[in-house]
């Protein structure tokens, strides 16, 4: 595993929501967190970067459980695709995304690049908290 100068930031952040600093998360926080730009992906395809050319490999339930237990922390985005589909974002601020249906691959649209006229009441004793839009695009 490389070092990295944010393994102490990780350790606290993960203690800090009550998750144990194992190897196997603090391995994964590197893989997601360690880069200047946005990162998408799937389980799937993350168990495949995150194994690939490494003596150690890391469980795909392991992988799953991260994943599942960092979105509910609030360090991941979840987005759906379809009904099977499930895709998570590095930025889990407002926006929205492309999703290219030829690549499977999601980019950002900022938040402000898309206005909304008119939005549904919701209904009695709920408030709106988020409205992200993914735009399905093709060749």
Known sequence: MIISHNLKMY????????LRPTKQRLK????????????????EALNKKINKNVATKVSLATIYNTVEAFTNAGYLKEI????????????????????????KELTDIHYSQIK???VPVPPKGKKIKNLEVVIRIQK
């Open 116 to 118: 909304l006229s008119r």
């Open 28 to 43: 994964i926080c590197q893989f997601l967190f360690d880069r200047k730009k946005t990162f998408h992906f799937t389980v």
């Open 80 to 103: 759906l695709t379809s009904k099977n589909k499930s895709y998570y974002d590095t930025n889990i601020k407002s926006h929205h995304h492309f999703y290219d249906e030829g690549s």
């Open 11 to 18: 350790v606290q952040k993960l203690r800090s929501s009550n």
